[in-house]
Nanobody
Framework: QVQLVESGGGLVQAGGSLRLSCAASGSIFSINAMGWYRQAPGKQRELVAA???????NYEDSVKGRFTISRANAKTTVYLQMNSLKPEDTAIYYC???????????????WGQGTQVTVSS
């Protein structure tokens, strides 16, 4: 079994910062891409930022220049540093991973449980 556990969400005022963490554990051989998605009430889940095993990143347009995604701990942990937060960033943030398990099976779209980020105006 593979598990993604997020932490770091909370309530912050507009202009503030938060750092989200997501740690992968279980029968993992390697992790390919990891990413952060978010879902606001009444809206579809959207990709916020993603990072490959080689370190290539991409960001949703509205967060470029404000959010930074990074990986650590033998690439099993992914972070999302969120600066200059806006009320429209309020959402549940989900960690996502595509990986190979210890049996070398491709396991796409593993999701964490989500962490709430609320930005007050």
């Amino acid at each position: 079994q593979v598990q993604l556990v997020e932490s770091g969400g909370g309530l912050v005022q507009a202009g503030g910062s938060l750092r989200l963490s997501c740690a992968a554990s279980g029968s993992i051989f390697s992790i390919n891409a990891m990413g952060w998605y978010r879902q606001a009430p009444g809206k579809q889940r959207e990709l916020v930022a993603a990072i490959t095993s080689g370190g290539s990143t991409n960001y949703e347009d509205s967060v470029k220049g404000r959010f930074t995604i990074s990986r650590a701990n033998a690439k099993t942990t992914v972070y999302l540093q969120m600066n200059s937060l806006k009320p429209e960033d309020t959402a549940i943030y989900y960690c996502n991973a595509d990986l190979l398990d210890s049996y070398f099976r491709n396991v796409p779209n593993v999701w964490g449980q989500g962490t709430q980020v609320t930005v007050s105006s």
